[in-house]
T-cell receptor
Framework: NAGVTQTPKFQVLKTGQSMTLQCAQDMNHNSMYWYRQDPGMGLRLIYYSASEGTTDKGEVPNGYNVSRLNKREFSLRLESAAPSQTSVYFC????????????FGQGTRLTVV | KNEVEQSPQNLTAQEGEFITINCSYSVGISALHWLQQHPGGGIVSLFMLSSGKKKHGRLIATINIQEKHSSLHITASHPRDSAVYICAVHYNNDMRFGAGTRLTVKP
């Protein structure tokens, strides 16, 4: 069972470059999420999609855009990377937005130099 | 102030010891998650609970809704339990996460 698949696993970018992180789930979940994890802090929500066709900002959306391509896929785009975006990024999915177990991807370690 | 506070931040134990990790939260929640993150980064769900107690193997999770507190216990700890344990609460349409407890179990 694949669950939540995130690509790439590692990436190094130069300041100002752009990239897209890909996420796909095969559990027929409605809700998908992008989080970033920084040392000493809990995961923080960047954007989420409660259902196909909708996206909403989370706690730290600045510098990011998202696309819910279909029910399976939710991508995160950095248009002009900054060193402050150096982090580990996690995609997650849940059946719905309320009280449902979350399933996480393996994470993407992004370094912006 | 973070809505979810975990203690301790770091914990070192000898193999076989009983481990307790605590989580306190300050918001009204509908459920609470305990997650495990191994070196290498992947996050897996251990428990989701909204009341009482759940047990899975050597792991036990409890929650006291009135006191806004949850604990994760590991009995007969083993080096393979070494990981970061994360408490997360379901709040509105989102989840809020503690900063994690890094557990090291020495043989």
């Amino acid at each position: 069972n694949a669950g939540v698949t995130q690509t790439p696993k590692f990436q190094v970018l130069k300041t100002g470059q752009s990239m897209t992180l890909q996420c796909a789930q095969d559990m027929n979940h409605n809700s998908m999420y992008w989080y970033r994890q920084d040392p000493g802090m809990g995961l923080r929500l960047i954007y989420y999609s409660a259902s196909e066709g909708t996206t909403d900002k989370g706690e730290v959306p600045n510098g990011y855009n998202v696309s819910r391509l279909n029910k399976r896929e939710f991508s995160l785009r950095l248009e002009s990377a900054a060193p402050s975006q150096t982090s580990v990024y996690f995609c997650a999915s849940r059946i719905g937005v309320r009280s449902a177990e979350a399933f996480f991807g393996q994470g993407t370690r992004l370094t912006v130099v | 102030k973070n809505e979810v506070e975990q203690s301790p931040q770091n914990l070192t134990a000898q193999e076989g010891e009983f481990i307790t990790i605590n989580c306190s939260y300050s918001v009204g929640i509908s459920a609470l998650h305990w997650l495990q993150q191994h070196p290498g980064g992947g996050i897996v769900s251990l428990f989701m609970l909204s009341s009482g107690k759940k047990k899975h193997g050597r792991l036990i999770a409890t929650i006291n809704i009135q006191e806004k507190h949850s604990s994760l216990h590991i009995t007969a700890s083993h080096p393979r339990d070494s990981a970061v344990y994360i408490c997360a609460v379901h709040y509105n349409n989102d989840m809020r996460f503690g900063a994690g407890t890094r557990l090291t179990v020495k043989p």
